[in-house]
């Protein structure tokens, strides 16, 4: 089985560049998350999906970190414009409904 | 909001080695998960715990669900190289939110 896919796998930009990442879910995952983790720290949830409707973007930054998954499968997550905090990997997770969570590698974002 | 305390922050122990760490929080949890990190890599999931006083073992690795809901602890016995790592924990509360801990680095010496 394939698992939760995420391009690319770094990124390094400057503060106030835009970046956007992708992720593809395990087929059939009706759940879609986006994770921040910075360094020495644990994920720390920005986003949940379930299937193209969103759940909880309680913790997203909304004026400038957004997040879309159209027809409910791919999702991007993409940060406009960026600054130094925003540094950490971003990791995305699905899961079926309910049911545990896979996470993949993760986007290692630098921002200078 | 929701915060685990993960301790110790770091190991240092050798080869065969038993290894026990553990997360204290000062809320109320439902499921208690215990996940492992490896250099570029997401998170695995290791042992989930739903029950309160529930005791769950994987192969080396068991982990137990307070009594008391506000804690759980991973124990890992007769360590091996490949159990390098970063170890977190996570609470789940709601739906399907999780709040993670800082995770334990586990470094062994052969």
């Known amino acids: 089985e394939a698992g939760v896919a995420q391009s690319p796998r770094y990124k390094i930009i400057e503060k106030r560049q835009s970046v956007a990442f992708w992720c593809n879910p395990i087929s059939g995952h009706a759940t879609l998350y986006w994770y921040q983790q910075i360094l020495g720290q644990g994920p720390k949830l920005l986003i949940q999906?379930?299937?193209?409707?969103?759940?909880?973007d309680s913790q997203l930054p909304k004026d400038r970190f957004s997040a879309e998954r159209l027809k409910g499968v791919d999702s991007t997550l993409k940060i406009q414009p960026a600054k130094l905090e925003d540094s950490a990997v971003y990791l995305c997770?699905?899961?079926?409904?309910?049911?545990?969570?896979?996470f993949g590698p993760g986007t290692r974002l630098t921002v200078l | 909001g929701q915060q685990l305390n993960q301790s110790p922050q770091s190991m240092f122990i050798q080869e065969g080695e038993d290894v026990s760490m553990n997360c204290t929080s000062s809320s109320i949890f439902n499921t208690w998960l215990w996940y492992k990190q490896e250099p570029g890599e997401g998170p695995v999931l290791l042992i989930a715990?739903?029950?309160?006083?529930e005791l769950t073992s994987n192969g080396r690795l068991t982990a137990q669900f307070g009594i008391t809901r506000k804690d759980s602890f991973l124990n890992i016995s007769a360590s091996i190289p490949s159990d390098v790592g970063i170890y977190f924990c996570?609470?789940?509360?709601?739906?399907?939110?999780?709040?993670f801990g800082k995770g334990t680095h586990l470094i062994i010496q052969p």
């Open positions: 997770a699905s899961s079926p409904l309910l049911g545990r969570k896979y």
């Open positions: 996570a609470g789940g509360g709601g739906a399907d939110g999780l709040t």
């Open positions: 999906f379930q299937n193209n409707g969103v759940v909880d």
């Open positions: 715990l739903y029950k309160a006083g």
